[in-house]
């Protein structure tokens, strides 16, 4: 019964691929020393700043459709990659929070010429923070939506993998519920396949490997010159709140929290959050 729901998912995302196919964005593989990554490629009109979106953990870059097709008259590139161990890129057996963001390293300093302004969700703004802080002169404006990578006590980092420890389909759609600001009946159709990720050996090792020495310090937080934009929702269900207030005070940046927003707002604010990076991109900050 439940392998059913998870194939739907896996339709959804590749009518999605196919959308974004038919939409002018380009599809590709990009070879790195960690494995093939699956880049996505929309070009426009040149001397528009460049935007590259970063997803979160068992997402694809299929999520970031509403941008794709919402930036297009204020960006002169949209550019996406599944993460590795995601998506339609290679995944290791065992995956590494190293092997990702040197994977996002190689790609984006092999494609993206000009600084651009990064965008990550989740585990993305991790990864666009990690980027950010080794390759300052890349990024023209950081743009993070709750964003993982701050700092986490030991019993953070214990309650998080309770959480991606899903025992079952009950547990998995409580689990989607959270990444939205309001319970959506949904839940229960996309929860098979996101269990199904979360049981996967390469993510299950991934989540094993979080550990407080890869966060985010003050130090690291102040090598990056660009302006920045976090917005952190204020139906945020997934992160601890530490993390909100570890980046205001050493983000060099804007702090927002919309009022209806949760985990991933282009899940289901897809115009709010389209608009607002709009602006945040025209201002040219």
Known sequence: MSSEPGRLLRLV????????????????QVSTSVGQICVYDWRGTPGKPTVVLL???VANSTSWWPLFFGLRRSAGRIFAMDNLGHGWSDAPAELEPEAMIQA??????????????VLGNSLGGALALHFAA??????????????????????????LRALFDLADVRAATAFVDRLYAKPVAYARLIAPEILRRFRDPAIRHLVSRFRTDQAMTPESMAVIPAPSLLLWGRKERLLPNTSLHFFRAHLRGVVEEPLEWGHCPQLDRQGELVARVRRWVEEGR
């Open 13 to 28: 995302e590749w009518g999605l691929r196919l959308a974004l196919r038919l939409g002018g964005v380009s599809l590709r």
């Open 134 to 159: 080794k390759n300052p002169e890349r990024v023209k404006n950081l743009l993070l939506v709750s964003p993982a990578g701050a700092p986490w006590t030991e019993a953070e980092i214990t309650e």
């Open 55 to 57: 997803h979160g953990i």
């Open 104 to 117: 996002v390293e190689e790609v984006l300093r092999a494609e993206i010429a000009e600084p651009a302004v």
